[in-house]
């Protein structure tokens, strides 16, 4: 039981940290920028003023805003899968569906976090990643732990 509970914890930790990563506005900070996935924040005469993303090649970054946003839905989805399979599933059985979830969002939010890596903010030097892409990358890891614990994890038998 300690364990189930441990899963689920790791699990909606995952899901915060993917919303986060997601939807914050720290992929990429300096004193007068602070730019997301959907726009730019510039600082003028000590106001914050939100821009779009310009000078950004759009299907590398329609790309990353649809992986990341995937990543958050497959996450969520395993999840009630995860929970659904608890009652369903015959004991002695594999949690394998929700594992397969799992590993997609992981792919998804790698392949995400990789694209921004390698298309944005390549030659700027002033800056560097903030928060959200720290998240993002932590959120990785996370759901590529998870993905692997419901391939191996098999429900009880009594």
């Known amino acids: 039981m300690l364990m189930l509970g441990g899963i689920v914890l790791l699990h909606i930790t995952t899901i915060i940290l993917l919303l ?50 995937l990543a958050c839905i497959f996450a969520i989805l395993a999840l009630f899968v995860f929970v659904a ?18 590993a997609i969002s992981s792919l998804c939010i790698m392949i995400a976090a990789s694209i921004y890596t390698a298309e944005f903010h390549t030659k700027e030097t002033e800056g560097g990643y903030g928060h959200s892409y720290v998240l993002a990358w932590i959120s990785f890891v996370f759901t590529v732990l998870l993905a692997i614990t419901y391939f191996v994890l098999r429900k009880k038998s009594e």
């Open 85 to 102: 399979q608890l009652f369903t599933l015959p004991k002695g059985q594999r949690f394998t569906f929700t594992g397969i979830l799992q």
């Open 20 to 69: 986060v990563a997601t939807i914050d506005n720290a992929w990429w900070i300096s004193d007068a920028v602070s730019t997301d996935l959907w726009g730019r924040w510039e600082m003028t005469n000590k106001v914050w003023h939100y821009t779009n993303l310009k000078n950004y090649p759009e299907e590398f970054l329609q790309t990353v805003q649809a992986t990341s946003v």
